[in-house]
């Protein structure tokens, strides 16, 4: 196991020395906070800053780091580098650029955030586009939590499952955030890491006959697509993982939180640690079910059994936790990944209310107006609900992922106009070239998008080709736009670092 606690030493010293680098650059302030200074009793509510970061937690986490790592897990340990790096360096960057540019533009919606920095055009896209997002990630944190109950309740069906959830995302759209989340996210938060350490422990002791795989590198996903070969890590696992690694729906629920948040400087503890804290889950479990599905032997015929249930769906999750738990501690973790993605499907319902109240500037404080958005989306949701979930999940992952892209964009704006020292943008412009190159890729390659893949080695060469130089483009317009007038970018810097002051 000493890939496994390497990884988790690096992403534990990552939070303290890459995450200070992050702070310093974004240089918190004393000013007064959304929830402070305009409290609704709505959504702009101050909260403490624990109860803050496990609401943090709880919004961005959900299935996420569980389904998406136990997918990636599929191309062998060569997902751990991508968690670590994807988390420390993409995704808490990522996830900490969304909630502190959300709390200094008055708690606005990521799809408002990222039009003030890239343009009408973009703010327009993003409106439908975070919507769209959101209320897919409502649907498969809806569906996936249902079909573990009705494993679990053989009278009821995945559909009536799916019916109940859906109420309480309801009352969860509607209610101030003190009423439900704010009450009972601590404690889930709590038990999303009680259940991630249980996991870990039951691999520990169960690792004599399911031995832990050090790092490798070579890619060990189980049998060929279509006749070309084995499915390429890059760029199908980079989606895969999604949340356990980096994430745009992050930036859907860092700005619930950012209306809450007292103090600028708990900005980091809360999101950038709740995404190390994800990270670390998600690396637990890849890890453990590196573990449970792979042979001694080292034929790789244990993956093949993983694929054989659908990778990170709920019938792997279910064995996972029985087979290393036991009979009192499986249903113990059932409950976690039961519980877990319906707290993050509500406040995706919840964000997607936020968003339109933003875009078309309607007052929160009405319920009656609250119902005239909630009911539309919570009834296109359990529509969604009856499509086949492995599609639901791959439309998410690359949605998720561009969208990632687009909030590191305008992260990178941010920082190169906003500060005398342009050379700060860089912290989230690499990683967005990264996510760039990552996302085109994949929308030229798979068979929910433009299906290159299906071509073999030449749609891969393509696909990769056209992510590689679209991630160029974008830089180069980022760099022109940002460096092509460095005697007016200057005035205009000073002149926003005199007005923070």
Known sequence: MVTFFVALAILIGGYFVYGSLVEKIFKPTDNPTPAVANPDGVDYVPIPAAKAFLIQLLNIAGLGPIFGAISGAMWGPSVYIWIVAGTLLAGAVHDFTAGMLSERNDGASISEVTGKYLGPVMHNVMRVFSVVLLVLVGVVFMVGPAGLLAKLTPGMSVKLWTIIILCYYFLATLLPIDKIIGKVYPFFGILLILMAVGIIIGTMIHSGERPMMELTLKNLYPGNVDGTGVKPIWPLMFITVACGAISGFHAT??????????????????????????????????????????????????????????GGNSSSVYEMCVALLGKVGGPIALLGVIVCPITSGDTAFRSARMTIFDWFKLDEKKIKVRLSAAIPLLLIGYAISFINYNVV????????????????????????????????????????????AVS??????????????????????????????????????????TYRNPAASLERQKAVVIGRK
Do not use: H
């Open 253 to 310: 629920q860092s700005p619930i939180v950012s209306r809450c948040i007292k103090s600028e400087k708990e900005g980091r503890r809360i999101f950038y640690g709740a995404m190390v804290a994800e990270g670390i889950i998600a690396l637990i479990w890849a890890s453990a079910a590196v573990a449970f599905f792979w042979n001694k032997d080292g034929s790789g015929s244990g993956l093949s059994a993983l694929k054989a249930i659908g």
């Open 393 to 436: 999940w791959r439309y998410f992952s690359w949605s998720n992922q561009t969208l990632a892209m687009i909030v590191l964009w305008a992260g990178a704006v941010y920082l190169a106009t906003n500060y005398e020292n342009k050379n700060r943008c860089w912290i989230a412009a690499i990683p967005a070239t990264f996510m760039s």
């Open 440 to 481: 085109i890729t994949y929308l030229m390659y798979a068979p929910e998008c433009i299906n290159l893949g299906a071509k073999g080695a030449t749609g891969l060469t393509i696909s990769y080709t056209v992510g590689v130089i679209a991630a160029v483009v974008f830089l180069a317009i980022f760099l022109f736009t």
